[in-house]
């Protein structure tokens, strides 16, 4: 029985000295179909598991590892986690978890192992055959679903498992003129079952998808400089995620690498701009019942009516701030370490509608689809790639955009934001912390307006 | 590597009844130490061993990865692949797994004993002279982590090959204790853990104060952008890296594209791919179990190969599952086509001597991230730190700016070539610079 390993694991390192410490097993199952062009890619099972320990002794953790379930390695490993652990002492945090006992398994309405692998690989296909049009050069499609299944023991006696089930549906088409190339995607995905592919037109999003693809090649290479922008809910979401979720992981801030450090209180945007962490997303891609140290999944509202109210934490750092918990600390799997990460990051709404915001736009930018973006907790900057967009001149769409790329001030950006729209979308995706330890989260927003840097290479 | 032996010997013997099988086995140990406000916060000891199992049956493939973590898991990744190939369309182009081969180069320096035999106190140590030697109003975060991996890949053909190298990666950040300090970054590959700890630590600092004192670029301009290796490696690899790339020229969307023989960047590039030295991925067989070999990809300008698996057929030697950075988790990781070590023929010039030669430009120290769309080539990047260079000499340090530009239309605009060789993941680059970049304040 995994639990009672890991409860002697848990003992073991209690005795070595461990001040506090936890074991943590989890088993993934993933299913990943890929098809380019008709043909199936991709086509895959991994069964991967593990037991992760950690101790915590005079303010440092020390973690040991492995991919065994045999008791004797279990406990190998717990003597390691315990021996890393010892060193110079950092301090004399005393960590404080809430004592959880519970059982809970994923809800989702229509279980992912409950269908034929035949089932999903067809849906790929069909996503596949739904994009074949003039000029598209390739038609990709894309399904993935993730089980995971997680124990967490620690020393204060808080004894969980629960479930995770996530799925993802996708098409991206790569479109060509000549020596031009373009690519557009889109694509659902969540804490869900197979429902969310069940309740898809797939025949839509497909062929959606190949025309965006195609209009792209027409596409213009985007003006520069500062520069109004809307953002749309994606790109508000990846600004939210970058510009202020990765400041605000409190790690960031007892290290003193973030710009946010000692904002609590401080007017960060104008009073119509309001964000939130929110593990408990019903559906959402980031959300998760306890983070990887057991704690329950919150709410923290991260600005509210412009002025900067906190940060996420974990154990460590809800500890040296003085801060309860607030279900932020994640990790990768079980062979990763445990970091303040985000869940599902988003603006709040407005009271515009997307019409008016643009018809009362002299000369800017309509974003359309993100890319991918990389924080700058430190220099308060940020980067965030769009896939493409559109320039509105007076009022009016007109030419569509190639790629770009926006930057600016987090906190100068937030404070032009004048226009904020009534819808809150969320997408989901996978975070890194800089370059590695991969999450998954959701990030989103309604359609926001606000001064940034705006440019594109040709 | 003998119980690595046995359990693929089983994996191919419970494979017996498939057309094809082919077996990944692989084992590695990484002790990390992480660095968090210039003092060690944690140290850890990861081990991780898992199987690949790839097969075809009836002209239908099925693959499957578990971590081997109990009796049973051989058996049921076998039986999971070919239950996977059950519900598998056909697959017509299917080629068949690689072809026993024999050796063709010989490496060097891929397998250091210091890394094998690593204790967290030699972990501290070396971190320990990192930190002695930033300067006081300096904060380092980071890590830096050493692996072995030890590899294995069999297949109904008969191919055996075995793998054993070393990885070494840090990323260490630097930042003063300023109101705006902004943030320097080093990063370090190798197989050897030999680290100028103590240099490292100078330029951290170095990197640290100058980011610190960049003060925001305003208006616009045409330049020449200079790019140290560190920023040059991935801008390289995302870019001629992927016009290289044998399966994007498979599906037809190479930038590269029918273009052997033909000239394709600035006369004086030469790009090669060579395993043969001390390298990341640097192997005698690749991780499908096909020979590695030299190989000239640009010579003066003019594309000379592609780099390719054994799905898009006449393998180069470049299958690969391991990267530069991280060694948990291989056998979870597909078959995907990468240069085992892209080496730009260095230049005459040292960085300095290319600084004295640029009339107008920037030399970026840090980018956000150094990265152009592998599709279009395009990119749009914040400089979080970047001299500026006039006359030949610099004149000043800017952040929030944006450089806009087309990789591959670089290529053909290289103005130097330095002699500064550095490794920086799978490529091995001295300083260039390239002329007609925009750079876009506020």
Same mark, same amino acid.
């Given at each position: 029985?995994?639990?009672?390993?890991?409860?002697?694991?848990?003992?073991?390192?209690?005795?070595?000295?461990?001040?506090?410490?936890?074991?943590?097993?989890?088993? &993934?199952?993933?299913?990943?179909?890929?098809?380019?062009?008709?043909?199936?890619?991709?086509?895959?099972?991994?069964?991967?598991?593990?037991?992760?320990?950690?101790?915590?002794?005079?303010?440092?953790?020390?973690?040991?590892?492995?991919?065994?379930? $045999?008791?004797?390695?279990?406990?190998?490993?717990?003597?390691?986690?315990?021996?890393?652990?010892?060193?110079? =002492?950092?301090?004399?945090?005393?960590?404080?978890?809430?004592?959880?006992?519970? $059982?809970?398994?994923?809800?989702?309405?229509?279980?992912?192992?409950?269908?034929?692998?035949?089932?999903?690989?067809?849906?790929?296909?069909?996503?596949?055959?739904?994009?074949?049009?003039?000029?598209?050069?390739?038609?990709?499609?894309?399904?993935?679903?993730?089980?995971?299944?997680?124990?967490?023991?620690?020393?204060?006696?808080?004894?969980?498992?629960?479930?995770?089930?996530?799925?993802?549906?996708?098409?991206?088409?790569? $479109?060509?003129?000549?020596?031009?190339? +373009?690519?557009?995607?889109?694509?659902?995905?969540?804490?869900?079952?197979?429902?969310?592919?069940?309740?898809?037109?797939?025949?839509?999003?497909?062929?959606?998808?190949?025309?965006?693809?195609?209009?792209?090649?027409?596409?213009?290479?985007?003006?520069?400089?500062?520069?109004?922008?809307?953002?749309? =809910?994606?790109?508000?979401?990846?600004?939210?995620?970058?510009?202020?979720?990765?400041?605000?992981?409190?790690?960031?801030?007892?290290?003193?690498? $973030?710009?946010?450090?000692?904002?609590?209180?401080?007017? &960060?945007?104008?009073?119509?701009?309001?964000?939130?962490?929110?593990?408990?997303?019903?559906?959402?891609?980031?959300?998760?019942?306890?983070?990887? +140290?057991?704690?329950?999944?919150?709410?923290?509202?991260?600005?509210?009516?412009?002025?900067?109210?906190?940060?996420?934490?974990?154990?460590?750092?809800?500890?040296?701030?003085?801060?309860? =918990?607030?279900?932020?600390?994640?990790?990768?799997?079980?062979?990763?370490?445990?970091?303040?990460?985000?869940?599902?990051?988003?603006?709040?709404?407005?009271?515009?509608?997307?019409?008016?915001?643009?018809?009362?736009?002299?000369?800017?930018?309509?974003?359309?689809?993100?890319?991918?973006?990389?924080?700058? =907790?430190?220099?308060?900057?940020?980067?965030?790639?769009?896939?493409?967009?559109?320039?509105?001149?007076?009022?009016?769409?007109?030419?569509?955009?190639?790629?770009?790329?926006?930057?600016?001030?987090?906190?100068?950006?937030?404070?032009?934001?004048?226009?904020?729209?009534?819808? &809150?979308?969320?997408?989901?995706?996978?975070?890194?912390?800089?370059?590695?330890?991969?999450?998954?989260?959701?990030?989103?927003?309604?359609?926001?307006?606000?001064?940034?840097?705006?440019?594109?290479? +040709? | #590597?003998?119980?690595?032996?046995?359990?693929?010997?089983?994996?191919?013997?419970?494979?017996?009844?498939?057309?094809? @099988?082919?077996?990944?086995?692989?084992?590695?140990?990484?002790?990390?130490?992480?660095?968090?406000?210039?003092?060690?916060?944690?140290?850890?000891?990861?081990?991780? !061993?898992?199987?690949?199992?790839?097969?075809?049956?009836?002209?239908?493939?099925?693959?499957?990865?578990?971590?081997?973590?109990?009796?049973?898991?051989?058996?049921?990744?076998?039986?999971?692949?070919?239950?996977?190939?059950?519900? !598998?369309?056909?697959? !017509? *182009?299917?080629?068949?797994?690689?072809?026993?081969?024999?050796?063709?180069?010989?490496?060097?320096?891929?397998?250091?004993?210091?890394?094998?035999?690593?204790?967290?106190?030699?972990?501290?140590?070396?971190?320990?002279?990192?930190?002695?030697?930033?300067?006081?109003?300096?904060?380092?975060?980071?890590?830096?982590?050493?692996?072995?991996?030890?590899?294995?890949?069999?297949?109904?053909?008969?191919?055996?090959?075995?793998?054993?190298?070393?990885?070494?990666?840090?990323?260490?950040?630097?930042?003063?204790?300023?109101?705006?300090?902004?943030?320097?970054?080093?990063?370090?590959?190798?197989?050897?853990?030999?680290?100028?700890?103590?240099?490292?630590?100078?330029?951290?600092?170095?990197?640290?104060?100058?980011?610190?004192?960049?003060?925001? /670029?305003?208006?616009?301009?045409?330049?020449? #952008?200079?790019?140290?290796?560190?920023?040059?490696?991935?801008?390289? #690899?995302? @870019?001629?890296?992927?016009?290289?790339?044998?399966?994007?020229?498979?599906? *037809?969307?190479?930038?590269?594209?029918?273009?052997?023989?033909?000239?394709?960047?600035?006369?004086?590039?030469?790009?090669?791919?060579?395993?043969?030295?001390?390298?990341?991925?640097? @192997?005698?067989?690749?991780?499908?179990?096909?020979?590695?070999?030299?190989?000239?990809?640009?010579?003066?300008?003019?594309?000379?190969?592609?780099?390719?698996?054994?799905?898009?057929?006449?393998?180069? *030697?470049?299958?690969?599952?391991?990267?530069?950075?991280?060694?948990?988790?291989?056998?979870?990781?597909?078959?995907?086509?990468?240069?085992?070590?892209?080496?730009?023929?260095?230049?005459?010039?040292?960085?300095?001597?290319?600084?004295?030669?640029?009339?107008?430009?920037?030399?970026?120290?840090?980018?956000?991230?150094?990265?152009?769309?592998?599709?279009?080539?395009? /990119?749009?990047?914040?400089?979080?730190?970047?001299?500026?260079?006039?006359?030949?000499?610099?004149?000043?340090?800017?952040?929030?700016?944006?450089?806009?530009?087309?990789?591959?239309?670089?290529?053909?605009?290289?103005?130097?070539?330095?002699?500064?060789?550095?490794?920086?993941?799978?490529?091995?680059?001295?300083?260039?610079? /390239?002329?007609?970049?925009?750079?876009? *304040?506020?």
């Amino acid at each position: 029985m995994m639990q009672d390993l890991l409860l002697k694991a848990v003992r073991k390192m209690d005795f070595l000295g461990a001040q506090f410490c936890d074991a943590k097993s989890q088993i &993934v199952r993933t299913i990943g179909v890929q098809s380019i062009n008709g043909d199936i890619r991709q086509l895959l099972q991994r069964n991967t598991g593990g037991v992760c320990l950690r101790a915590w002794i005079d303010g440092r953790w020390g973690y040991g590892t492995v991919t065994s379930f $045999s008791e004797s390695e279990i406990m190998t490993a717990a003597e390691a986690a315990v021996r890393n652990a010892i060193g110079s =002492p950092k301090g004399k945090l005393r960590l404080e978890p809430e004592i959880v006992v519970k $059982s809970l398994r994923a809800d989702v309405k229509v279980h992912p192992d409950d269908i034929d692998l035949e089932e999903k690989i067809a849906a790929v296909l069909d996503v596949d055959k739904a994009q074949e049009t003039d000029k598209v050069l390739n038609r990709v499609g894309s399904y993935a679903e993730e089980i995971k299944d997680n124990v967490i023991i620690n020393s204060v006696g808080s004894k969980i498992d629960w479930q995770e089930i996530r799925t993802r549906f996708g098409a991206m088409s790569i $479109s060509s003129d000549g020596p031009r190339f +373009e690519r557009y995607y889109d694509g659902p995905s969540g804490t869900a079952g197979y429902e969310l592919i069940k309740n898809l037109d797939i025949e839509c999003l497909g062929r959606e998808v190949a025309e965006e693809s195609v209009k792209t090649l027409k596409a213009v290479r985007p003006p520069s400089g500062k520069l109004t922008v809307i953002s749309d =809910p994606m790109m508000s979401g990846l600004l939210a995620h970058e510009a202020m979720g990765h400041p605000s992981e409190a790690d960031e801030v007892t290290k003193k690498r $973030s710009f946010l450090t000692g904002y609590i209180g401080v007017n &960060v945007g104008t009073d119509i701009v309001n964000m939130f962490d929110n593990g408990a997303v019903k559906g959402a891609h980031g959300s998760c019942p306890f983070d990887d +140290e057991g704690t329950p999944a919150s709410n923290t509202q991260i600005i509210k009516d412009g002025v900067y109210k906190g940060y996420m934490h974990s154990l460590e750092t809800a500890a040296a701030l003085g801060f309860r =918990p607030t279900g932020n600390g994640r990790a990768e799997n079980f062979g990763k370490r445990v970091w303040v990460r985000m869940t599902n990051t988003y603006f709040g709404p407005g009271d515009r509608t997307i019409e008016d915001m643009i018809s009362d736009t002299k000369y800017g930018i309509l974003c359309d689809k993100m890319y991918n973006g990389m924080e700058d =907790p430190v220099g308060g900057g940020f980067e965030a790639k769009c896939l493409r967009g559109y320039l509105i001149e007076n009022g009016k769409i007109t030419d569509l955009l190639q790629s770009f790329t926006l930057t600016g001030r987090a906190l100068e950006v937030l404070k032009t934001t004048d226009a904020i729209s009534r819808e &809150v979308i969320l997408d989901g995706g996978m975070c890194g912390k800089g370059i590695e330890d991969w999450v998954n989260v959701s990030s989103g927003g309604p359609y926001m307006r606000s001064q940034m840097i705006i440019g594109g290479g +040709e | #590597m003998m119980y690595m032996n046995s359990i693929a010997d089983e994996a191919l013997k419970f494979g017996n009844r498939f057309d094809d @099988s082919e077996v990944y086995v692989v084992k590695t140990v990484s002790n990390t130490v992480y660095i968090d406000s210039t003092k060690i916060s944690n140290i850890e000891t990861k081990i991780d !061993s898992g199987l690949s199992f790839r097969m075809a049956k009836d002209h239908k493939l099925g693959k499957a990865s578990v971590t081997l973590n109990g009796k049973s898991t051989v058996k049921e990744c076998v039986d999971m692949a070919e239950r996977i190939a059950s519900f !598998s369309p056909s697959n !017509s *182009g299917f080629k068949g797994y690689v072809m026993p081969a024999k050796a063709k180069i010989k490496t060097s320096g891929i397998w250091d004993k210091k890394v094998e035999n690593i204790t967290p106190g030699q972990m501290t140590e070396i971190v320990g002279t990192i930190i002695d030697n930033v300067a006081t109003d300096v904060v380092l975060g980071g890590l830096l982590r050493v692996s072995t991996v030890e590899a294995l890949v069999e297949n109904s053909n008969g191919v055996h090959s075995e793998h054993s190298s070393t990885l070494v990666y840090g990323y260490l950040t630097s930042m003063t204790k300023r109101e705006h300090p902004g943030e320097g970054q080093e990063i370090i590959y190798g197989t050897q853990l030999e680290i100028d700890a103590e240099g490292l630590g100078r330029a951290l600092s170095q990197k640290a104060i100058a980011a610190a004192e960049a003060k925001p /670029f305003k208006g616009s301009k045409k330049l020449t #952008m200079v790019l140290p290796p560190g920023e040059l490696g991935d801008m390289l #690899m995302s @870019s001629a890296g992927s016009a290289l790339n044998g399966e994007n020229v498979f599906y *037809g969307r190479s930038l590269w594209q029918n273009k052997i023989g033909e000239k394709v960047t600035s006369d004086s590039l030469s790009l090669t791919d060579d395993p043969t030295v001390a390298a990341p991925l640097a @192997s005698v067989f690749d991780d499908e179990g096909t020979p590695t070999e030299k190989r000239k990809l640009v010579e003066n300008g003019v594309l000379r190969s592609y780099i390719r698996d054994s799905f898009v057929g006449e393998s180069t *030697g470049n299958g690969m599952r391991r990267s530069s950075v991280d060694a948990q988790g291989l056998y979870e990781r597909s078959i995907t086509i990468k240069p085992i070590n892209m080496v730009v023929t260095p230049g005459r010039m040292t960085q300095d001597e290319i600084i004295d030669q640029t009339e107008n430009g920037i030399i970026v120290d840090k980018f956000a991230w150094p990265e152009a769309d592998p599709l279009t080539g395009r /990119f749009g990047l914040e400089v979080r730190c970047g001299h500026v260079i006039e006359k030949g000499k610099i004149v000043g340090t800017i952040n929030n700016a944006l450089m806009m530009g087309n990789m591959i239309d670089a290529l053909n605009n290289i103005e130097f070539i330095g002699k500064d060789t550095k490794i920086v993941g799978l490529t091995t680059v001295p300083t260039m610079s /390239f002329s007609g970049i925009d750079l876009v *304040g506020n």
